[in-house]
């Protein structure tokens, strides 16, 4: 099991205390929105308090990129308030391939796989809310909690196989 670990360094105890009791609020605000998503449905209430406490709350403003596309990433984004717009690597940017809002995680691959390199990227299109997720410390977590990675990336592989359906037939269309 990871523990976690506040970002903020205190200078005495009480402060700390009072630091890791805001930070498990937020954590326990947290799990609802993780439930919203797919991938992590499957999980119980102490599996997702566990992903909870990896997460840090993050906001890009409208225009701003989220993901660059062709990039090695490290984290991912569970948007919780606002749209993400997709677009491939090179692409004029005009208009986005897909769009994206709350439940949705961006960089699933990144959590499962630090330093997995797609060719989409993402841009907010509207001011965005989302939980940053670490790689790395969701990678212990599975480490330490197989089921919590099973479950994971079977929900993944699913909504792979789904799109990968979903862009077949939308090229037969344009046949």
Known sequence: MTT?????????VSTGQAQAATDEQHAQRWVGHLRQCRYFQKFSDVELLQVARL???VGFARGETVIVGGSRRQ???????????MFF???AEEMPLDRVGPGMLLGAFAIISPGTV????????ADITALRI??????????ANPKVGYDFASELAIALNRRVYDMYYRLQELR
């Open 134 to 143: 670490s790689g790395r410390e969701f990678q212990q977590l599975c480490e």
């Open 55 to 57: 997460c840090r709350e």
């Open 75 to 85: 984290v991912a984004y569970l948007i919780t308030r606002g749209e993400a717009g």
């Open 4 to 12: 976690y670990v506040s970002t903020t360094v205190h200078q005495n």
């Open 118 to 125: 797609t060719g989409f990227g993402f841009k907010a299109l």
């Open 89 to 91: 690597k090179g692409s």
